[in-house]
T-cell receptor, first 111, second 112 residues
């Protein structure tokens, strides 16, 4: 157990509304990641962080922003949700030797 | 970007059978990781491999880092119903990279 929690676990929202997902870790890991998982695409990296206020884009970052004001929290924001952002979102932290450990996921539905 | 080819996409086996799946890449990898994902949950790390030729076991699971550094294999012996899930390979092709490359997964179904 890497001490990762995600909130909310499930969310239904409407197109055009802002949505923020939270990832919280308890073990002071430097690196944190946000992925989305969709059928046929596997896990795709949205954004990641390598320290407080230090973030970078992944392969599918359009329409998403992130913030990390504290080591333990990494927030993913959809400024104006679209139906194409319906997905399962996973947060991960980087462990030793390039390993990554995942949270339980957030299932987001955009109507 | 870099992609991993994972096969087979799905497997249907009988309880007690052995299972083998693999991942290949077009470039050399420095780390290979294998994950399992149960329905409705996040991927869980099963095995990490760091050296070419390395063979590592975790219970009934055995994984190998291919000698060419472009592939990896995961074997499950004497499968049981709780082995059901999706198995992902992942790797680091840049040595200490901040990011991993993931395969698309092998979905395993075990019939009792």
């Amino acid at each position: 157990d890497a001490g990762i929690t995600q909130s909310p676990r499930h969310k239904v929202t409407e197109t055009g509304t802002p949505v923020t997902l939270r990832c919280h870790q308890t073990e002071n890991h430097r690196y944190m990641y946000w992925y989305r998982q969709d059928p046929g695409h596997g896990l795709r990296l949205i954004h990641y962080s390598y320290g407080v206020k230090d973030t970078d884009k992944g392969e599918v970052s359009d329409g998403y922003s992130v913030s990390r004001s504290k080591t333990e929290d990494f927030l993913l924001t959809l400024e104006s949700a679209t139906s194409s952002q319906t997905s399962v979102y996973f947060c991960a932290i980087r462990g030793q030797g390039d390993t990554q450990y995942f949270g339980p996921g957030t299932r987001l539905t955009v109507l | 970007g870099q992609q991993l080819n994972q096969s087979p996409q799905s497997m249907f086996i009988q309880e007690g059978e052995d299972v083998s799946m693999n991942c290949t890449s077009s470039s050399i990898f420095n780390t290979w990781l294998w994950y399992k994902q149960d329905p409705g949950e996040g991927p869980v790390l099963l095995i990490a491999l760091y050296k070419a030729g390395e063979l590592t076991s975790n219970g009934r699971l055995t994984a190998q880092f291919g000698i060419t550094r472009k592939d990896s294999f995961l074997n499950i012996s004497a499968s049981i119903p709780s082995d059901v899930g999706i198995y992902f390979c992942a790797g680091d092709d840049q040595g200490g990279s901040e990011k991993l490359v993931f395969g698309k997964g092998t979905k395993l179904t075990v019939n009792p």
